[in-house]
């Protein structure tokens, strides 16, 4: 995997897969705001049900929806809530979803150290961002020091 930065402490990984969520068409979306611990179980279940739309196997279903509930706690304990954008693609057939977590929080000051297994800045065991990566075939962690972060996140159908 690749890994490029620029000045906001953005971090793409696997370019290809994002170029390809860029092209695909977008055949649905839904927003859901994460602002108090009941929202969490809400954007599971939207991301679980959007997996069950797409078609996903039970597998990949168990993959999006375990990374998209780390991201949104995330976001709801690092980041003071936020939204979790949950996006249906298709390109050439195959089926998709594009989750876009964002929040307004303090950001993420070492991105290297914050995708590493066992890193934690609380009681967890460290394996959010770094397990939220490898369950997806794209990721993309956008964040600026006291600004917030953004996390997008594609998985492909049978991929």
């Known amino acids: 995997m690749s890994s490029a930065r620029n000045s906001d402490h953005t971090v793409a990984l696997a370019p290809t897969a994002s170029d390809a969520a860029d092209r695909a068409a977008h055949t649905e979306r839904t927003v859901h705001h994460v602002r108090i611990e009941e929202d969490l179980l809400t954007v599971r279940h ?4 959007a997996t069950l739309r797409a078609g996903f196997s039970i597998v990949d279903q168990t993959r999006v929806v375990t990374a998209a509930s780390e991201l949104a706690r995330n976001a709801y304990i690092h980041g ?3 939204t ?3 996006d249906q693609l298709t390109l050439g057939g195959t089926a998709g979803l594009r989750l876009t977590v964002k929040d307004e929080g303090p950001g993420i000051v070492d991105t290297d150290a914050a995708l590493a297994d066992g890193f934690t800045t609380g009681a967890g065991l460290g394996h959010g961002l770094g397990g939220a990566r490898r369950l997806m075939n794209d990721f993309e962690l956008h964040t600026v ?3 917030g972060t953004t996390v997008i ?4 159908a049978g991929r």
């Open 46 to 49: 939207a991301v679980r049900a």
């Open 80 to 82: 003071g809530g936020g």
């Open 84 to 86: 979790v954008t949950i």
């Open 145 to 147: 020091p006291g600004q």
């Open 153 to 156: 996140a594609t998985r492909w």
